[in-house]
């Protein structure tokens, strides 16, 4: 069965800095979608990021961008120029055709002044 | 912002009362999910649906009801409500083609005294 871990349930990063947040997954399939989504504190879920496992390239959206490890099954993200508006809950995703997505337990990220 | 809409935003109610949590979406999306999150927590996905007549249950066994008449509705019932029903509940939508983006609607905090 499919499993998505995110091994790190919270996190700190001092504002402007980079940080780096870990997914790894469990998967026997070649063709598949992972995601990172964006939950702030008492506000809606939103997609960050998304890669196709058939890409190569990393994707990348604007501060945002993914080393993605298709060998090591292996997801991470990076935040670039970490701002206030950052901090949330960050879900790591993936999913296989039309099979149900499947999600991580989550990591906090805290934005320190 | 995604269009996808939940009502009431926050819910209180009595031990054994009869509830309906509201989900509408603007996107034509066939499928829609039910994810179960206490605060700061993991998702749980509790029911889905992937268009109209067709519901299935998620891996998180629940004791809520859904129907899908419409394309654009998915309405979530409890019939008798119970404290260990107190969570949030959120509503999600994705295109037929299970590799697309789920947007979120924004919760319903639910409160069973």
């Known amino acids: 069965a499919q499993t998505v871990t995110q091994s790190q349930p919270e996190m700190s990063v001092q504002e402007a800095e980079t940080v780096t947040l870990s997914c790894t997954y469990d998967?026997?399939?070649?063709?598949?979608?992972l995601f990172w989504y964006k939950q702030p504190p008492s506000r809606q879920m939103i997609l960050v990021i998304r890669?196709?496992?058939?890409?190569?390239q990393n994707a990348t959206e604007n501060r945002f961008s993914v080393n993605f490890q298709k060998a090591a099954k292996s997801f991470s993200l990076k935040i670039s120029d970490s701002q206030l508006g950052d901090a949330a809950m960050y879900f790591c995703a993936y999913i296989y055709r039309d099979d149900k997505i499947i999600f991580g337990k989550g990591t906090r990220l805290h934005i320190l002044p | 912002e995604a269009d996808i809409y939940q009502t009431p935003r926050y819910l209180v109610i009595g031990t054994g009362k009869k509830i309906t949590l509201e989900c509408s979406q603007t996107?034509?999306?066939?499928?829609m999910y039910w994810y179960q999150q206490d605060p700061g927590m993991e998702l749980h996905l509790i029911h889905y649906s992937y268009g109209v007549n067709s519901t299935e249950k998620g891996d998180l066994s629940s004791e809520s009801t859904v129907s899908r008449i419409r394309t654009e509705h998915f309405p979530l019932t409890l019939e008798s409500a119970r404290p260990s029903h107190t969570s949030q509940y959120l509503c999600a939508s994705s295109e037929f083609r299970g590799t697309d983006t789920q947007y979120f609607g924004p919760g319903t905090r639910l409160t069973v005294l």
């Open positions: 998967t026997s399939e070649s063709d598949y979608y």
């Open positions: 890669q196709e496992a058939y890409k190569q």
């Open positions: 996107m034509g999306h066939d499928k």
